[in-house]
């Protein structure tokens, strides 16, 4: 089955230890994205990838590093968890064909105590 | 201020009404435009997505571009209480509906029987 997988679905950690939250596609995507969502905020765009080796930042990057060592995987890391990083994360992929669909994980609930 | 501003709602219609949801944007390079749906615990969907002015339409949606007036809409005939989601928008000043993007807040929509 074609998907976007993102481990661990829930997550309860303490500030300033070092975290990392896993994405890996099984459609040979060449994009891929994750972001963050919080209440009255919407959607923002952490960190993207347009083929592997290449991240660029997107809208909220402060505090979050990603690698893109191998096209299926596109980990999240936080080096030091703050409170204000607790919110619900998607991972998403998507081809370079069009129509440039971008298919979302399940998320990943993370609260920093 | 955000680059582009979405109405939160809610939004609460009748079954077989015409909803209309819009974003306004202040960016003029923007030159793609999307709408994502997003069901209650669940990650986004790409519903629909223009290049540049313009109409397209996909069924019972409409989407529409103003770039004179810096406005996008989303029209959607006969609503259906499997609409019921939220909307977000979104946008890209590079030549694809990838990488950089810029989301609206979301407006959550419930369509009643």
């Known amino acids: 089955e074609a998907q976007v997988t993102q481990n661990p679905r829930y997550l309860i950690t303490v500030t300033g230890k070092k975290l990392t939250v896993t994405c890996s596609q099984n459609?040979?995507?060449?994009?891929m994205s994750w972001y963050r969502q919080d209440p009255g905020l919407g959607l923002r765009q952490i960190y993207y990838s347009m083929n592997v080796e290449a991240t660029d930042k997107g809208d909220v990057p402060e505090g979050y590093k990603v690698s893109r060592k191998e096209k299926r995987n596109f980990p999240l890391i936080l080096e030091s968890p703050s409170p204000n990083q607790t919110s619900l994360y998607f991972c998403a992929s998507s081809s370079h064909t069009v129509p440039e669909t971008q298919y979302f994980g399940p998320g990943t609930r993370l609260l920093v105590l | 201020q955000k680059e582009v501003e979405q109405d939160p709602g809610p939004l609460s219609v009748p079954e077989g009404a015409i909803v209309s949801l819009n974003c306004t944007y202040s960016?003029?390079?923007?030159?793609?435009f999307m709408w994502y749906r997003q069901y209650s615990r669940k990650g986004p969907e790409l519903l629909m997505y223009t290049y540049s002015s313009g109409n397209k339409e996909d069924g019972r949606f409409t989407a529409q571009v103003d770039k004179s007036s810096k406005y996008i809409s989303l029209f959607i005939r006969d609503s259906q209480p499997s609409d019921s989601a939220t909307y977000l928008c979104a946008m890209s000043d590079r030549g694809s509906t990838l990488g950089r993007l810029y989301f609206g807040r979301g407006t959550q929509l419930t369509v009643w029987p």
């Open positions: 960016n003029s390079a923007f030159q793609y």
């Open positions: 459609m040979n995507h060449e994009y």
